[in-house]
């Protein structure tokens, strides 16, 4: 923690935060590097200056951390002027309040910092409602004081409510029916796009959807398919809301519906995946997926198993699937790919096409619309050409570069114990 550092960090305009993470164990998702939580937090618009990482056999049921790791961080908080301390782990409503009052500053878990984002990222009414959705069922248990823009009703004659009713009853009440209100939205989203489905279903159209780890390029791949102009950018959860546009594959003489989804993420919240579930459902009911993986991410395997994850849970775990390892120009030479299409074996043993691509630069596309072609015409089975190569450096066991660099993040310290 150098003079020079701090005055330079200071300079930002952008919110300073505390990145904290706790090894809990075996079991336990952990990431000690807590890039993944940096880039979340630039993505939300707030500037990490300082990590901490520690290490419990169990969470500390008042502070999480423990009340000496708390004075640890309150005194990181204050040596930076910071804004907020923001936690890998999820917060019981009880920790954060005792965090917020030890630390003095507001303090955010995981899962608050991704709602946050999915609320600023929601462009489309479904997605609104869904994140919304979502961010009510996660603040229906946190402080009042986050609810103030809410209107405030007292107690008394005339006034909704009733006579001795308290304010955090008033607002749980107010909560919980805006919540309601929106399932009840959804639930006419999930109607309309059962509808939308059932046409495409009786016009024969092949539907194609692409998933896969947030940052991992889907929306660019999207758009160098599709040309629809799509936006996309190098941060996490670009977009969130479903696109869907006609590609026509020469190969096979016939178009196909291709529709590009919200990305996923290690932890991403229940509420979420429940609240998407309209969106989710467009992969779900797909005749193939894209799984489109960051091929220069150094826990790209990591990535693809937490995709995986999320697929069985909505049922499509088993869906007909086609790896994509996008940004293969972003590797060294002696990590390029050897074949631009090839096989690769998920954990549960099934094997699936993979092609490599750079989807920024335009490469590999034509080996991928060849693909997706066959798929459309004769479909790809469970066991895809078999003689077809593999290439043992991207196997699931076999990471591909041991050694390999993480990508360049800002400089600022790091305090382990």
């Not at 908080?77 to 920790?95: E, K, M």
């Not at 009052?101 to 991704?114: A, M, P, Q």
């Not at 069985?312 to 869906?319: E, N, R, T, Y």
């Not at 120009?329 to 993979?354: A, I, K, N």
Request: net charge neutral; charged share 25%.
């Amino acid at each position: 923690m150098t003079t020079s550092s701090t005055s330079v960090l200071n300079a930002s305009q952008d919110p300073r935060v505390v990145l904290v993470g706790v090894d809990l164990g075996p079991g336990a998702s952990f990431d000690p590097t807590l890039d993944e939580l940096a880039l979340l937090a630039e993505s939300a618009g707030d500037m990490p200056v300082a990590k901490v990482t520690a290490k419990r056999r169990a969470p500390d049921a008042r502070l999480f951390v423990g009340s000496g790791k708390a004075d640890e961080i309150k005194s990181i908080v204050d040596l930076y002027q910071a804004h907020g301390v923001i936690f890998d782990q999820t917060l019981s409503p009880a920790q954060q309040r005792n965090l917020e009052r030890h630390l003095g500053v507001e303090v955010l878990d995981r899962t608050g910092l991704i709602l946050e984002i999915f609320g600023a990222r929601a462009r489309s009414h479904e997605g609104k409602l869904q994140v919304e959705l979502a961010r009510l069922q996660y603040l229906s248990t946190r402080l009042v004081r986050r609810w103030s823009h809410l209107e405030r009703q007292r107690g008394g004659v005339g006034h909704r409510g009733g006579p001795g009713e308290t304010q955090l009853e008033l607002d749980r009440r107010m909560i919980e029916s805006k919540i309601k209100s929106l399932k009840e939205s959804l639930v006419k989203v999930k109607r309309q796009r059962n509808t939308q489905r059932r046409s495409r279903e009786r016009t024969g159209t092949f539907r194609v959807s692409l998933v896969g780890y947030t940052n991992a390029g889907k929306s660019t791949l999207f758009n160098a398919l599709t040309k629809a102009g799509t936006y996309a950018a190098n941060q996490l959860f670009a977009t969130l809301d479903t696109t869907t546009r006609q590609l026509f594959l020469a190969e096979a003489q016939r178009s196909v519906t291709l529709s590009d989804t919200v990305g996923f993420i290690r932890d991403l919240p229940h509420s979420l995946v429940e609240s998407f579930e309209a969106t989710l459902q467009e992969a779900a009911e797909a005749d193939l997926l894209l799984h489109v993986v960051d091929a220069a991410s150094p826990v790209l395997h990591e990535q693809v198993d937490e995709v995986l994850r999320v697929l069985d849970s909505i049922g499509a775990g088993q869906l007909p699937q086609v790896l994509v390892f996008n940004k293969s120009d972003c590797l060294p030479e002696h990590q390029q790919p050897r074949h631009e299409r090839d096989l690769y074996e998920l954990p549960s043993g099934r094997r699936c096409v993979r092609v490599f691509v750079s989807a920024l630069k335009g490469e590999g596309l034509d080996v991928l619309r060849a693909v997706l072609a066959e798929a459309a015409l004769h479909g790809l089975g469970d066991a895809p050409n078999e003689n077809l190569p593999s290439d043992p450096r991207f196997g699931m066991h076999n990471p591909i570069d041991a050694e390999a660099p993480s990508p360049e993040r800002p400089d600022f310290p790091t305090v382990r114990t």
